[in-house]
C-alpha cells in the first residue's frame, strides 16, 4: 500500500500542479477582492487580511510573491517524492478554495 502511495505520487505531473496552483492563486485572489469589496466576506486568513487593509495592490502582490516563491521552490525540488507530496497537497487545498468561491457565488448571485 505505501508503495503504491509513492508510486502515484511519484508519477504526478509537477509541472501541471504549479501551473494549477498559480492560476487557482490568481483566481483566490480576484475572487476574494471581490467579496470583500462587496462586503460578503471577509479574508480568513489574519496575516493575509492585514495586508489586505493595507490595499488590494500589496493583498495581490503578496499573495503572488509568497506563491511564486513557493513554486520555484518546489520546481527546484520536483525530483523529490516530498515535493510532489506538498505540490498535490497545495493542488487539493486550493481545489477546496476555489469550491468554497463557487459555493459563495452560487448562494449570493442565485438565491
Known amino acids: 500500500m505505501k508503495n503504491d502511495i509513492i508510486n ?11 501551473r494549477f496552483v498559480f492560476i487557482a492563486n490568481l483566481i483566490d485572489a480576484a475572487l476574494t477582492l471581490l467579496w470583500v469589496d462587496m462586503g460578503i466576506a471577509i479574508e480568513a486568513n489574519p ?4 495586508v489586505l487593509e493595507l490595499g ?9 510573491s509568497v506563491i511564486l516563491l513557493a513554486c520555484i521552490i518546489l520546481w527546484n525540488l520536483r525530483h523529490l517524492v516530498t515535493a510532489k507530496a506538498v505540490a498535490l497537497g497545495s493542488c487539493l487545498l486550493y ?17
Open 8 to 18: 502515484f505520487v511519484n508519477n504526478l505531473k509537477m509541472s501541471a500542479m504549479i
Open 95 to 111: 481545489a477546496g478554495i476555489i469550491g468554497v468561491h463557487l459555493l459563495g457565488c452560487m448562494q449570493s448571485f442565485c438565491y
Open 47 to 50: 496575516l493575509m487580511r492585514f
Open 56 to 64: 488590494p495592490i500589496w493583498f495581490v502582490g503578496c499573495k503572488i
